[in-house]
T-cell receptor
Framework: DAGVTQSPTHLIKTRGQQVTLRCSPKSGHDTVSWYQQALGQGPQFIFQYYEEEERQRGNFPDRFSGHQFPNYSSELNVNALLLGDSALYLC???????????FGPGTRLTVL | GEDVEQSLFLSVREGDSSVINCTYTDSSSTYLYWYKQEPGAGLQLLTYIFSNMDMKQDQRLTVLLNKKDKHLSLRIADTQTGDSAIYFCAEGGSTLGRLYFGRGTQLTVWP
């Protein structure tokens, strides 16, 4: 049973560019959440997708957007990248009726 | 917003027990979680406890919850060098879908 998968593993971008990160949930899970983990910090909630809709959003600017596809996979898009967007981006999946979330290995984004 | 606090570092000798502590502020939390993060990796769900429970045991792991004091602890029995990692406490359920994490406790196990 495959767990949560994310791609790419690492990414290097320059300021002002745009990036798309991808996530496939654990089998049987229909809800995907995205978190940002800065160095030395705990993960911070960005948003959650359920039934292809953004169900909840954390305190992140509109430069952060997402999408969920009919097969429950998800994308995180970040526009106009800033140096401060450098972080580990974690995707987590869960069944829709529970908060118990299972995390992927993350995508390490470096903005130069 | 919700706050989750953890001490940042803990060092123990191999074979000893480790106790990692966490405090949280939201009394309406439904579930409390412990995650483990090894270097360069994502978060691994270790265990969780429902808010109406006091204790949960799962092999070497024991979770204690004091809801009155909003205090959660994770005890690892017979700690091994492979247990060296960052351990995150997280609360969920008060706002469906999102988890609130502490900054993590770096556990170092000395041989």
């Amino acid at each position: 049973d495959a767990g949560v998968t994310q791609s790419p593993t690492h990414l290097i971008k320059t300021r002002g560019q745009q990036v798309t990160l991808r996530c496939s949930p654990k089998s049987g899970h229909d809800t995907v959440s995205w978190y940002q983990q800065a160095l030395g910090q705990g993960p911070q909630f960005i948003f959650q997708y359920y039934e292809e809709e953004e169900r909840q959003r954390g305190n992140f600017p509109d430069r952060f957007s997402g999408h969920q596809f009919p097969n429950y996979s998800s994308e995180l898009n970040v526009n106009a990248l800033l140096l401060g967007d450098s972080a580990l981006y974690l995707c987590a999946s869960s069944p829709g009726d529970t908060d118990t979330q299972y995390f992927g290995p993350g995508t390490r984004l470096t903005v130069l | 917003g919700e706050d989750v606090e953890q001490s940042l570092f803990l060092s123990v000798r191999e074979g000893d027990s480790s106790v990692i502590n966490c405090t949280y502020t939201d009394s309406s939390s439904t579930y409390l979680y412990w995650y483990k993060q090894e270097p360069g990796a994502g978060l691994q769900l270790l265990t969780y406890i429902f808010s109406n429970m006091d204790m949960k045991q799962d092999q070497r792991l024991t979770v204690l919850l004091n809801k009155k004091d909003k205090h959660l602890s994770l005890r690892i029995a017979d700690t091994q060098t492979g247990d060296s990692a960052i351990y995150f406490c997280a609360e969920g359920g008060s706002t469906l879908g999102r988890l609130y994490f502490g900054r993590g406790t770096q556990l170092t196990v000395w041989p």
